[in-house]
């Protein structure tokens, strides 16, 4: 009898302090469950946003869609134990074909994701990134790319970006640049007005021809070059990081490109 009062005392006291857990616990592995047994899984009959893109030679895409489940909620704890559930996410990678000749691809991506969680389209990231820069430097790696990071309807954005309707389509110039250290190998990246990715928020008004076209032009004539340092430390003077554009202009104690100095034009003319 004693033994069953304790344990009656132990589950009493487990409850007072942490049953919301518990039950957020219990929650979440029902939902990991679900999801697995049914699985992202787009319907047939389906809204889709088709993606098009030419890429330069040397550079390939890489394609993600991020969808969001109202369903499916991800339970979180603050500091002070407070706990509370937010829309779960999934990323998921497309294996897109490029045609070897003309960097042409073609990809279309799903309004629902269906599955147990019912996931539907949040945002899509298309970037561009170097897969060989031998011919700007030997020896040289490929870095950072750029690209467009899409925002569908009402999702949540963490950053500005242009309103578009049913369509995007974004032609910038890019250019590469080289990043160099002491200690490792000189890097190149892909570069363009928007620093790293251009965000966009795309509202969906009509039930047909969502369309987004990615077709850059890559300018390889001009280079802006990111000094970090020189010499390692210990050896002087080291340097202080510098930027140095095509035409001659150095900034002094910087490592971030302008974009409107690369063409060596009005600021204000660039944007």
Known sequence: MMTIKVISLILASLCLTGCDFLSNAISDSWHSYKDKSEPFSP???????????????NTNFRLKSNYISNKCLSTHGTASMTIYKKPSHYWKRLNISVDPVTGYFKEKIPFHGGGWCQWKINAISLSLHYID????????????????????????????GVNAFNSIDYRPTIYPFLRRAYNTSDQIGLFDKSRNLAYFRLRLIRENNFKIN???????????????????????PRGNARVEYPNGKIDLNSDSIDYWKINNTSQWKSQ
């Not at 820069?133 to 500005?160: S, W």
Request: proline share 12%; hydrophobic share 35%; aromatic share 8%.
């Open 133 to 160: 820069v031998n011919h700007l430097i030997k020896g040289a790696v490929p870095y950072v790319g750029t690209g467009m990071y899409v925002i569908i309807n009402d999702a949540e954005q963490t950053e500005p």
């Open 214 to 236: 990615y077709i850059p032009t890559l300018d390889e004539t001009k280079m802006p070059k990111i000094i970090v340092s020189e010499n390692p430390p210990g050896v002087y």
């Open 43 to 57: 319907p047939q009959e389906n809204q889709w946003i088709t993606v098009e893109g030419i890429a330069p030679k």
